[in-house]
């Protein structure tokens, strides 16, 4: 028998969360980003969820040649752009767009155009300006130059205008609101053609009345979970990970007892407790305090103990019914990944995509 541990994941879900993105988002087309292996959920899978996309983003070249492969015909965009010369090729073998975010990127266009060009081989880039991310892109007062210098490119078809907010979420940012960016963007940006290409879910989910995109960027909205700003429930989206274990054992102690590694917890009264097939290994967080809440049976109950590789301990106090074999749902239908990441300090992202491949995924 497997050990009880598995991930589900819920494709309608996915499909449902798309259409809302793209409610959301009117006049404007929208990529599915299935970086990091779709956030977890499996890039084969991600790719049927956003089966309405009108295109793929996402990091990993290689993965990007997997979609094709697998027979995905929209664009695809690599949002970090092309990390070498060698990636022109790929780029021009399996019909990829890419950001480009930094001079040594046009130095590689310029160094391939002729034998590209001569191959009718024609991309279609995604010029980034760093509007205070601070992270990739081109300062605002370079971004007319290097959009010459790439228009000037021979195998460049069109140039998409981009940034990337960094705290969409956080409308009133004392040090750098989503207005902020955007005003730079604008003079950035000012006099040039082409699309543009802004929003993260953030800026899909709270900012889509003010901001101007061709084409938007949702990630982990299409997944369910929140960018900050409201929970995934309040925007409409539905889970699409489910992750279930069982108790695989029941201890009743006494007053005075303390549980796990550490011996962090210790009981006031007596009391019985589960253990749950679960632990870091798999993807539930290390640092998942006391009272970070599960679900047990259907009832909602807290973590105990310290998390260990391969289990993890919870209070069966409101659940007396519980019993070896018993469901828990540690995160996805009836117990949002939000609230068990902010209990961790950290945010859906990081445990969605955190899932270990030794957890058994099925769809449902
Ligand atoms: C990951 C990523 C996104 C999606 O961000 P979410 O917050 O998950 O919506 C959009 N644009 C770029 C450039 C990204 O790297």
């Known amino acids: 028998m497997p050990r009880p541990i598995l991930a589900t994941i819920h494709i309608e879900s996915m499909q449902h969360n798309l259409a809302l993105a793209k409610a959301r988002s009117p006049g404007a087309k929208a990529w599915g980003v299935l970086k990091a292996n779709g956030y977890g959920h499996g890039l084969e899978r991600a790719m049927r969820g956003f089966a309405d996309a009108d295109g793929l983003a996402l990091i990993e070249v290689d993965n990007a040649v997997k979609l094709r492969e697998m027979g995905w015909k929209k664009p695809i965009l690599l949002l970090e752009g092309f990390f070498g010369p060698a990636d022109l090729h790929t780029m021009a073998g399996y019909d990829l767009q890419a950001a480009v975010h930094c001079n040594a990127q046009l130095e590689w266009l310029e160094a391939v155009q002729a034998q590209l060009s001569a191959r009718g081989i024609r991309f279609d880039l995604h010029l980034k300006m760093n509007t205070g991310m601070n992270r990739l892109g081109f300062m605002p007062e370079a971004y007319a130059a290097a959009h010459a210098r790439l228009s000037a490119i021979s195998c460049v078809n069109s140039i998409t205008l981009m940034t990337h907010f960094a705290n969409a979420d956080d409308v009133d940012h004392p040090l750098l609101p989503i207005t902020e960016q955007v005003r730079r963007f604008e003079v950035g940006a000012a006099g040039l053609p082409g699309p543009r290409s802004l929003s993260n879910s953030a800026g899909v989910l709270l900012h889509h009345d003010h901001l101007k995109n061709d084409w938007v960027r949702p990630g982990i909205m299409l997944y369910g979970g929140t960018p900050g700003g409201a929970t995934a429930e309040e925007f409409g989206l539905q889970p699409t990970m489910t992750l279930t274990s069982e108790?695989?054992?029941?201890?009743?102690?006494?007053?005075?007892?303390?549980?796990?590694?550490?011996?962090?917890?210790?009981?006031?009264?007596?009391?019985?407790?589960?253990?749950?097939?679960?632990?870091?290994?798999?993807?539930?967080?290390?640092?998942?305090?006391?009272?970070?809440?599960?679900?047990?049976?259907?009832?909602?109950?807290?973590?105990?103990?310290?998390?260990?590789?391969?289990?993890?301990?919870?209070?069966?106090?409101?659940?007396?019914?519980?019993?070896?074999?018993?469901?828990?749902?540690?995160?996805?239908?009836?117990?949002?990944?939000?609230?068990?990441?902010?209990?961790?300090?950290t945010i859906g992202y990081e445990l969605m995509c955190a899932l270990a491949q030794r957890v058994p995924v099925v769809e449902g």
């Open 247 to 345: 108790i695989i054992g029941v201890q009743d102690i006494a007053a005075g007892e303390v549980v796990g590694y550490g011996s962090r917890f210790q009981a006031e009264v007596p009391m019985r407790l589960g253990v749950v097939a679960c632990g870091y290994a798999d993807g539930y967080p290390r640092h998942a305090p006391l009272g970070t809440p599960i679900v047990v049976d259907g009832v909602r109950t807290r973590l105990i103990g310290r998390v260990s590789m391969d289990m993890l301990t919870v209070d069966l106090t409101p659940v007396p019914q519980a019993h070896i074999g018993s469901k828990v749902v540690l995160w996805g239908q009836g117990m949002p990944i939000d609230e068990v990441a902010t209990a961790a300090g």
